[in-house]
């Protein structure tokens, strides 16, 4: 290869036409403007769509994958390396309203990751009609995750994560777990059709930091890029401690942040800013997905909680791009 | 000329359905807003086409590009009346960073095919391009990280120099070269271009 190759095969690439109407570009641009207002105003929620239907069980059974079988096609769907964690098992609705499945843990080092999708065109969030996916285990303990789109999925890791977790639903090495999932709107089981959503089982593999209950991994992977964690904050929330801050340095590259309110009674909202600008929002419950952001010049993060609730613990790292 | 009409930011402006628009297609501006509008939505008609083709070299796939276009889009036009310059490499801009910064949820992107593709038949034809390069390029342009496939695309495709590629994306000039070199060592070592026999040399052959 030598770079006339290059520049031509970029220029032929290039040439490919797209089929998108201008008409339709203008009304995407418009969409999205929306709804980045209002994503500064609502924390979170998602379409309100979906007809009531008699859900059909469907039951899949994966028990302990070894490596062949990452070509499953449930475990397609998820990343088999996450953040240094090694995917185990996992199980996807494949266009069903629900998914039952039946899972064997070997240890207690493992954490839950769920994640749900609407199909496009079912997205206008209106938070009082939040779609969500609800997910049990051993039919006792549940958990629920606000459904997301394609470019935007909902996933929720506020399952259990630590033996202890584990221990506390009754849960012993070597013994069988039950996961059930469907989605759900104003407290009622619905079917949204073309929605996909799975849960999956990673065994915590990669390196971890934090305290007071709270682990992050020390290394993020997005499929692509790897960021290594550099600095980070966990302090319990109290009535006169609702804010933690740090300061990023400069970087030649940009840095993820990680941020949340882990708390048993996610009442109340969330602000994250960059240098005082408001960039996400929220409810507390557990750790968000990471905020890239420039890393070319210093920034100041600030997390807070607001609201009533005194409950929890707060949470701020940065990671910077491993090259 | 068929019109529909598109409302951008809550008003309503008239775009052809073929996507192109004269001045005189535009409604006349009867506000800096609606004059903001006009000129956003002129600007969108005619250099989108464009911005898309580097959209597409980075994502290499027709759907995210346009997301990521009109997501580029959607952000500058929050920024619109502050745009002093060149707005479309202030949109470039935009798309680089927003690819480079855009935190991967599609997994690995992988789809599976019910058939393997067809060992043989990698030779060019008699007379035709060499599909095979260009196949293997391509893919292994695909398999660089974000921000190298970015560098690539601004420094080979955009024609852009170190010193412009480094401005567009806010890092260092040296940062750029160290960049470039490693994606350029990345290609010329990948296996899909090594493996391939040349086509012009000869097995065999007579004295």
């Not at chain 1, 970087?251 to 800013?273: F, N």
């Not at chain 2, 707005?87 to 992988?110: L, Q």
Request: charged share 25%; net charge negative.
């Amino acid at each position: 290869m030598n770079l006339d190759d290059l520049r031509r095969e970029l220029q032929d690439r290039a040439g490919e036409p797209g089929d998108t109407p201008m008409s339709d570009r203008l009304a995407g641009v418009r969409s999205k403007v929306v709804a980045a207002r209002r994503r500064r105003v609502v924390a979170s929620g998602v379409a309100a769509i979906a007809s009531l239907a008699v859900i059909g069980v469907v039951s899949t059974q994966l028990v302990n994958l070894g490596r062949d079988d990452l070509n499953d096609s449930d475990l397609a769907h998820m990343p088999h390396r996450l953040n240094g964690d090694q995917l185990k098992a996992a199980s996807y609705n494949n266009g069903e309203s629900e998914l039952s499945w039946t899972a064997e843990l070997e240890n207690l080092d493992v954490l839950t990751r769920a994640t749900c999708v609407l199909p496009d065109g079912v997205v206008p969030p209106e938070p009082d009609d939040t779609l969500l996916l609800e997910w049990t285990i051993n039919g006792a303990a549940t958990y629920t995750v606000t459904c997301g789109t394609e470019d935007n999925p909902g996933i929720g890791t506020n399952g259990p994560a630590t033996p202890a977790e584990w221990r506390a639903l009754g849960v012993t090495p070597g013994s069988e777990i039950d996961v059930d999932a469907f989605l759900v709107q104003a407290g009622s089981k619905v079917d949204v059709p073309g929605a996909q959503f799975g849960v999956a089982l990673y065994e915590k593999t990669g390196l971890r930091a934090g305290g007071d209950g709270v682990e992050l991994t020390k290394v993020l992977d997005d499929g692509d890029e790897t960021y290594q964690l550099v600095r980070w904050k966990v302090r319990p929330l109290t009535e006169g401690n609702r804010v933690l801050r740090l300061h990023t340095p400069v970087s030649d590259g940009p840095i993820a942040i990680v941020y949340g309110w882990q708390s048993e009674i996610p009442t109340a909202a969330y602000e994250l800013r960059k240098d005082g600008e408001l960039v996400a929002s929220g409810y507390g419950g557990s750790i968000q997905d990471p905020l890239v952001i420039d890393g070319g010049t210093e920034h100041l993060i600030a997390f807070e909680a607001r609201g009533s609730t005194v409950d929890g613990v707060l949470v701020l790292a940065y990671y910077e791009l491993k090259d | 000329m068929v019109l529909q009409d598109v409302s951008l930011i809550g008003q309503t402006v008239a775009v052809p359905r073929n996507g192109r628009m004269s001045s005189a297609d535009a409604r006349p501006a009867t506000s800096s807003s609606d004059a903001r509008t006009v000129a956003f939505e002129e600007f969108v008609v005619s250099r989108s086409e464009r911005l898309l083709r580097t959209a597409y070299l980075l994502t290499r796939d027709h759907a995210l590009a346009e997301d990521l276009l009109q997501t580029a889009l959607a952000k500058a036009w929050s920024s619109w009346h502050r745009i002093e310059a060149d707005p479309e490499s202030y949109v470039r801009r935009i798309i680089v960073n927003t690819f480079a910064t855009w935190w991967r949820r599609r997994w690995n992107g992988e789809l599976p095919t019910e058939e393997l593709p067809e060992p043989g038949a990698r030779g060019p034809a008699p007379g035709g391009p060499d599909v095979a390069t260009s196949t293997d390029l391509w893919a292994a342009v695909g398999r660089l990280p974000k921000r190298q496939r970015a560098v690539i695309v601004l420094r080979f495709y955009e024609d852009l120099s170190e010193a412009d590629t480094a401005e567009l994306l806010g890092v260092s000039a040296g940062t750029i070269k160290s960049q470039t070199a490693k994606a350029l060592a990345k290609l010329r070592i990948d296996p899909s271009i090594l493996d391939r026999p040349d086509p012009s040399a000869s097995i065999g052959g007579s004295p």
